[in-house]
């Protein structure tokens, strides 16, 4: 239901003390809130609903009411013309024979409403929108809707543009905003086209693409002046594909006229848009079978036919207005180009002309047609008029057929003239590098230090890799550039990819796999860069997140390389890891100094480097402060405890959860000459009644049991010493086993007595 309110003559219920006028604001509620209108309405039956029932639906609530302090009065109120409009639409293309037409349901539904002054477009298909506003400059008497245009009555014919084939054409294809098609948006402003002088017009109506005016005129002649009759007069005006296309041509000659005068002004492009959706709107219901002659008899182009192809003129215009445009809008040349019909020649001919006279409004369309082939193309006009902008066209995957030698005479030239740069000079290696010049490609890379060269890949990241932009799922692929990094320069390599992820140029995954890429068969060379990035990134990163992942991917790597001994010992590269065990430890606060009693469980049975490098690291990370030991004990499942080295392993992790009574058993067990050397590093502060309570005990038991227990007497003596520091006389009596073996103890508990008169 839709209800368009005026405000009336006012009751007396609107008469207040101090005779104040109160009127009603203006109100506007849209879709199910039109319900709270408070005004009851009904359907009337006619006898004619054949046993149909019909719902009600308040769809729209307008309510009007008079701004008195700006000299509007009650008569501009008077609600004059009132509209649904349904809208069908077929299946709109640049080329003929392919289009179907669904008369059953219409694509969009309009309401307009008028008053003297203003007009409200609204369309209320898939929710209640206002599309457009109109403020007539003269009074209206009358006003009718049409697919092309909105027809007003004054003391002539005005005609406004409206934006029904705008959103029809995006309700029929939501994916019409995209690098392969355009449309001018619905919120474009509307503007006047058209005034036509009519005698003694008084009203009109519409009729598919027909507008028929009444007038009234006082011309008479003498016989009707004594039959005392009035002539009235009737006009028909069809909007035919011929007045269509006539329209616009004169918009695109106006426009162009004032922008002569009015370079800066966006009155072309506005008039351009306008005239896209006149053709539009025309091609939804232009005929094939209706031959039209603009060219004589000879010309048997059909109305379609005649109305794609100043479509296709209209595209190829609006394209050369987007690509002169700004950064903000540039990117609509290409959709509007491609359906425009032109070939890139064509249009690089034409712009290429266009930039050669007007150097001062340089284009911003070539970055769209690298997208294109004719790669030497793009590149010689970029030389010429964006210069700056080669570096990123030289770097676009689609420039892929772009002449290496060509290029790269264009990129020393801009050298010459704009001077040394690091992206300049690392776009220029690349060149050398596909011209298979390996030394020429090795002497610009050293032209800057490291740490430089990763300051340009930072600025353009599309030298190391490309993709991943434009879809988060995409992948990204690492260029050749990388591939040759990857071998004679990882360290390099490595740096850069850090860089990027610190500088959110690209994303931890994303550079996961860049070097799963890079993975070349029957060989683990990125394998083992892929960690040097990890292991770099934990030295970089200072999210937590980020940290916590890397270091349970390191730990996983460190493990797998422990368990695949055997198996790897033949097919591991000869290069070692970008950083050792100590670079690490000195460098990453991640990785903390092996515990001292670490060394005395020593592996005897790891020949490879390699892996003796990865358990150090392993056995670095556990003891730093960060990684998560419960992590990791599910993986250490996988290693044995029966060498020395997996024993370790196990030993630490024990010890960092806190399980230090079964760790004093194991070590005693499998390698006693270590147990003072822990016990003075895991059994201080809050752990040293340890000492006491369970070292003591198990040494003495354990001595006492022992056929060879030099060891343990060594071990045991030291831990009295321990004891007899931290503990009163009296305690240390108790601990004294009553075997006969006192005699052992009294040594210990004298400089007991002795340390507590001292103190």
Not at 82 to 90: A, D, M, V
Not at 587 to 614: F, K, M, N, R, V
């Amino acid at each position: 239901m839709v209800h368009v309110y005026n405000c009336h003559p006012f009751s007396a219920q609107q008469i207040v003390q101090a005779d104040f006028l109160v009127v009603p604001r203006h109100q506007e509620l849209l879709g199910d809130r039109a319900k709270d209108c408070d005004i009851p309405v009904s359907i009337e039956k006619t006898g004619l609903e054949e046993g149909r029932q019909y719902a009600l639906s308040y769809v729209l609530f307008r309510h009007f009411s008079p701004e008195f302090f700006q000299g509007c009065s009650m008569d501009e109120m008077q609600l004059h013309s009132l509209q649904l409009y349904p809208f069908f639409t077929g299946i709109v293309t640049l080329s003929p024979g392919n289009q179907s037409v669904s008369p059953d349901e219409a694509t969009c539904v309009f309401c307009f409403f008028s008053l003297p002054t203003t007009g409200y477009l609204y369309s209320l298909k898939g929710g209640v929108e206002l599309l457009s506003a109109y403020q007539y400059p003269e009074k209206v008497l009358e006003a009718a809707l049409t697919d092309h245009l909105l027809h007003v009555i004054t003391n002539a014919l005005q005609c406004f543009t409206v934006r029904c084939a705008a959103l029809a054409a995006r309700i029929e294809d939501p994916y019409i905003d995209t690098t392969m098609k355009a449309c001018p948006p619905c919120s474009l402003e509307v503007c006047a086209l058209r005034m036509q002088l009519f005698i003694g017009l008084r009203s009109m109506c519409v009729y598919g693409r027909h507008v028929i005016l009444l007038s009234a005129a006082d011309a008479e002649t003498p016989e009707e002046t004594e039959r005392g009759t009035q002539r009235r007069g009737l006009k028909q005006i069809q909007i035919c594909c011929a007045i269509t296309c006539d329209l616009c041509v004169f918009q695109v000659e106006y426009s162009q006229r004032y922008a002569e005068t009015n370079p800066q002004a966006q009155s072309l492009r506005h008039l351009l848009s306008e005239a896209h959706l006149l053709l539009r709107a025309a091609l939804l219901h232009a005929s094939d079978e209706q031959q039209t002659g603009p060219g004589g008899p000879a010309d048997h182009r059909t109305d379609r036919q005649v109305l794609e192809e100043a479509l296709r003129e209209n595209c190829a215009q609006l394209g050369d207005s987007f690509s002169r445009g700004g950064q903000r809008e540039c990117h609509l040349a290409l959709p509007y180009y491609r359906m425009s019909g032109l070939s890139l020649t064509e249009v690089i001919k034409g712009t290429k002309k266009y930039k050669i006279l007007n150097q001062k409004r340089r284009g911003t369309f070539l970055i769209f047609l690298s997208l294109q082939e004719a790669a030497d193309q793009v590149i010689d006009i970029f030389s010429q008029s964006e210069p700056v902008m080669l570096i990123s066209m030289c770097t676009s995957p689609c420039m892929i057929n772009v002449s290496p030698a060509r290029t790269l005479q264009i990129l020393q030239n801009l050298e010459d003239s704009v001077g040394v740069s690091v992206s300049l000079t690392i776009t220029m290696a690349t060149m050398m590098l596909r011209l298979g010049d390996l030394q020429q490609y090795t002497q610009l890379m050293e032209r800057h230090a490291e740490m430089l060269l990763v300051y340009g890949f930072i600025e353009e990241p599309r030298l190391l890799l490309y993709g991943g932009c434009a879809n988060q799922h995409r992948r990204v692929y690492p260029t050749a550039l990388t591939r040759q990094m990857a071998d004679s320069q990882p360290g390099l390599l490595v740096a850069a990819m850090v860089a990027l992820h610190e500088n959110s140029k690209v994303k931890l995954e994303e550079a996961d796999h860049i070097f799963k890429v890079l993975l070349a068969p029957g060989k683990l060379i990125s394998v083992f860069l892929q960690v040097d990035f990890w292991e770099a990134m934990l030295m970089a990163s200072s999210n937590d997140a980020v940290i916590q992942e890397l270091l349970f991917r390191l730990a996983s790597v460190y493990i797998d390389r422990l368990t695949n001994t055997k198996s790897e010992k033949h097919t591991a590269p000869k290069r070692k890891s970008l950083k050792s065990a100590d670079d690490l430890v000195n460098s990453c606060s991640h990785y903390g100094a092996l515990y001292p009693w670490l060394i005395l469980l020593s592996p005897t049975d790891i020949t490879s480097s390699q892996h003796l490098e990865a358990l150090h690291k392993l056995q670095s990370l556990l003891c730093g402060p960060s990684l998560s030991v419960g992590s990791v004990v599910p993986l250490l499942e996988r290693l044995s405890d029966e060498t020395l080295w997996g024993f370790s392993l196990h030993l630490l992790c024990a010890t960092r959860r806190g399980q230090y009574d079964r760790s004093i058993e194991k070590l005693l067990d499998r390698c006693p000459q270590a147990i003072i050397p822990y016990a003075n590093h895991q059994l201080q502060e809050k752990n040293m009644a340890l000492w006491w309570q369970k070292l003591l005990p198990e040494l003495c038991d354990r001595t006492r049991a022992a056929s060879d227990n030099s060891i343990l007497l060594a071990a045991l003596k030291e831990t009295l010493v321990v004891v007899a520091m931290e503990m009163s006389p009296a305690e240390f009596l108790e601990l004294i086993p009553d075997d006969g073996t006192a005699s052992y103890f009294l040594p210990h508990l004298l400089t007991c007595s002795q340390r507590q008169v001292l103190a």
